[in-house]
């Protein structure tokens, strides 16, 4: 019995030996990943506060859903390079690289799949951007002639002539349109 438990102890002193060995060399890499994501985090902050400041200066109020998504989609980006950059710096390089390329191709099948909504966002920017197309015109677009109600991002909003209201898809109102009359614009010839 004596040896069992001579054997126990032995066992359970070399495993407590080898695990504060084991923490005393990762302690400087586990120190350098916290000093790290609290840099990543002051850097990630400060970065989308200025490009969301910057980006307010030339949006208007109404388009802050332009803002927002912009924000969103740079922060991803970098809380993503940061979270790769921390395997890195925890000596799992390879699997940094592996996840980077598997993200890319990820990224690509996803935009494929989303690419009528990708084109109805990007068309709804050009919209909202354009001076001539605005709420309360009346424009001619593909499917529908009628007044713009609203733009949004992925559809803008028509009133037909029959009262009907109409839900177009942006990339196809920014394929062709034409205005017929500005908002507040009175008929002279009445």
Do not use: C, H
């Amino acid at each position: 019995m004596p040896t069992l438990v001579r054997f126990l102890v032995t066992t359970v002193e070399q495993t407590l030996n080898e695990f504060g060995a084991g923490l005393q060399a990762a302690a400087p890499t586990v120190l350098t990943g916290l000093v790290f994501l609290a840099i990543a985090y002051v850097g990630i902050r400060l970065l989308t506060a200025v490009l969301r400041r910057t980006l307010e200066t030339v949006y208007p109020v109404e388009q802050r859903l332009v803002v927002d998504l912009t924000v969103t989609i740079a922060s991803v980006f970098l809380w993503f390079g940061a979270a790769l950059t921390l395997l890195k710096i925890f000596g799992m390089g390879e699997i940094a690289a592996s996840l980077g390329t598997a993200a890319g191709f990820i990224a690509l099948g996803i935009s494929y799949a989303l690419s009528n909504m990708i084109a109805d966002t990007v068309a709804g920017v050009y919209l909202l951007r354009d001076p001539d197309f605005n709420p309360g015109d009346e424009v001619k677009a593909d499917p529908v002639t009628g007044t713009v109600m609203t733009i949004e991002l992925r559809k803008t909003r028509f009133r037909n002539a029959e009262g009907e209201t109409v839900v177009v898809a942006n990339r196809d109102v920014e394929k062709k349109w034409t205005q017929i009359g500005a908002a507040g614009e009175t008929d002279s010839s009445s």
